[in-house]
């Protein structure tokens, strides 16, 4: 049973380009969480989707980030103009519906480390 | 708000004990998790307490009082491939799932 996957693990973009980061939960999970981790710092929430809803985009910066988590294929967090702030680890997490198994444990994939140069 | 603390690092020896504090002031507040985080990978579920007490799960253990808002992660039998990040994280009831994380607790086994 593959785990959380995410792609790409390393990218490089140039301030003001897109980045677009992609997350494929475990098999039978409905349910996707995306967290940021600057240097020496603690995960921070960004989002919280289900398949074509987004549930609660607390932590999203107002500008410039989106996410979606479409019908078919992956999660995607979609940065635009990138800035040299946006340089981090970006994770995705699952986990499955309430009431299968522990509910609230989520599962994280390896992370994508965005380099803004 | 939202409010995770532990120490920032902590030291030990190759086959002692140690004890990783937390405590934490959340609205909502539905269970404090444990992940364990090596450099430059993906953290990885060790507990979950939802109820006060302790919950033992091989030479981790894990402890909540929910009354004082407190969790420790307790390590036995230090081994050296234990160094990593430990991170402390508070989950919400309801629609919303996020987990809040403390700033992690960086490990440094010594042999």
């Known amino acids: 049973n593959a785990g959380v996957m995410q792609n790409p693990r390393h990218l490089v973009r140039r301030r003001g380009q897109e980045a677009r980061l992609r997350c494929s939960p475990m098999?039978?999970?409905?349910?996707v969480y995306w967290y940021r981790q600057l240097p020496e710092e603690g995960l921070k929430f960004m989002v919280y989707?289900?398949?074509?809803?987004?549930?609660?985009e607390s932590g999203m910066p107002k500008e410039r980030f989106s996410a979606e988590f479409p019908k078919e294929g992956p999660s995607i967090l979609r940065i635009q103009q990138v800035v040299r702030g946006d340089s981090a680890a970006y994770f995705c997490a699952s986990s499955p519906l309430p009431g299968q198994g522990v509910s609230y444990e989520q599962y994280f994939g390896p992370g994508t480390r965005l380099t803004v140069t | 708000g939202q409010n995770i603390d532990q120490p920032t690092e902590m030291t030990a020896t190759e086959g002692a004990i140690v004890q990783i504090n937390c405590t934490y002031q959340?609205?909502?507040?539905?269970?404090l998790f444990w992940y364990q985080q090596h450099a430059g990978e993906a953290p990885t579920f060790l507990s979950y307490?939802?109820?006060?007490g302790l919950e033992e799960k091989g030479r981790f253990s894990s402890f909540l009082s929910r009354s004082k808002g407190y969790s420790y992660l307790l390590l036995k039998e230090l081994q050296m491939k234990d160094s990593a990040s430990y991170l402390c994280a508070a989950g919400r009831s309801g629609s919303a799932r996020q987990l809040t994380f403390g700033s992690g607790t960086q490990l440094t086994v010594l042999p």
């Open positions: 959340t609205s909502g507040f539905n269970g």
């Open positions: 307490n939802v109820l006060d």
């Open positions: 989707l289900q398949k074509e809803n987004i549930i609660d």
């Open positions: 098999k039978g999970h409905s349910h």
